[in-house]
């Protein structure tokens, strides 16, 4: 087996999860890269304790994976090895070994816009996106988000209403769509956007699917605007990874009375940029974005 479809097949092992993943391919990479692998003999020298290693056996073995194999092998994919790979999500800290993707995904090359918001949308907060993401097509950036309820789905539709470029992350795989409503919007995303997922392809959204989502779309960028968040929002996890990964993070301010901002005006309060209109965000477009 290639070191690339190894990577691949490690996301059908369940005894392997991100962070085991990586540590085995690191191993990989620096002792086999380039070499054939055998599948069973690699995992296992990395499976120290002996039950989780007799359960590998007993799922190897079987082969009861095979056909999933075969399935997810027809599924377009990049892999961290690929020189199609996202340059700034390599950067980040444990990034996806694997991205599923329906689409063009020439995208990830462009200049991006991370768009992050509650689903809970205020009238104001989508007329701001309404206002505002024409403004950011037009200074040709292409709009990243969630496809969630709310203010990724509002960043998203305005996109492509302009004609724009938008990227959806999946808290799912590529052939499941979370929320069903969101089923048309998605299968237009794949045909004039771009669709990715780090996750098997026929897998369902799961709770803890979205704090790793986040950190993709975090790092498809060098910006990353929260357009309406409480002090228990998602968004503010998206925040965080943005401070961690060294990206600019951009705030809307609401009135302080609201629940529905207090998290954005604790963003601004600890140190985030002001958005105050789309072009405070157009003009200070990081410099970077000409060297990639």
Same mark, same amino acid.
């Given at each position: ?7 691949? %097949?490690?996301?059908?092992?369940? +005894?392997? #999860? /991100? ?10 990479? &620096? ?100 206002? %505002?993401?024409?403004?950011?097509? +037009?200074? #040709? /950036? ?10 990724? &789905? ?108 207090? #998290? ?29």
């Amino acid at each position: 087996m290639t070191t690339r479809d190894f990577l691949i %097949w490690l996301l059908l092992v369940p +005894q392997l #999860g /991100l962070k085991g993943r990586w540590q085995l391919v690191s191993f990989v990479l &620096a002792h086999h890269q380039g070499e054939e692998l055998v599948p069973d003999k690699t995992v296992l020298s990395m499976l120290t304790r002996p039950a989780d290693a007799q359960a590998f056996k007993k799922w190897y073995y079987r082969q009861e994976w095979l056909p999933s194999w075969r399935k997810l092998k027809s599924y377009p994919c990049v892999t961290i090895l690929d020189a199609g790979y996202p340059k700034l999500l390599k950067e980040i800290s444990q990034p996806p070994l694997v991205l599923f993707y329906q689409g063009d995904l020439t995208l990830i090359r462009e200049p991006t816009l991370a768009i992050v918001g509650s689903r809970q949308l205020t009238r104001t907060s989508e007329v701001i996106l309404k206002t %505002w993401v024409p403004e950011f097509v +037009q200074a #040709g /950036l292409t709009i990243v988000s969630g496809n969630a309820r709310g203010a990724d &789905a509002c960043a998203h539709q305005v996109t492509l209403a302009q004609g724009g470029k938008t990227i959806a992350v999946l808290g799912t795989g590529v052939d499941q769509v979370y929320p069903k409503i969101h089923t048309r919007l998605q299968a237009q995303i794949s045909q004039q956007g771009l669709v990715l997922s780090e996750f098997l392809p026929w897998v369902g959204p799961k709770a803890w699917h979205f704090p790793l989502r986040n950190r993709i779309i975090v790092g498809l960028t060098l910006q990353v605007l929260i357009v309406q968040a409480s002090l228990k929002s998602g968004s503010l996890v998206s925040a965080a990874i943005a401070l961690d990964e060294n990206r600019d993070l951009w705030s809307i301010p609401g009135p302080i009375n609201q629940v529905y901002y207090q #998290g954005s005006n604790q963003l601004l309060a600890q140190g985030a940029g002001i958005a105050l209109c789309a072009n405070d965000v157009i003009a200070n477009r990081p410099l970077a974005w000409d060297s990639l």
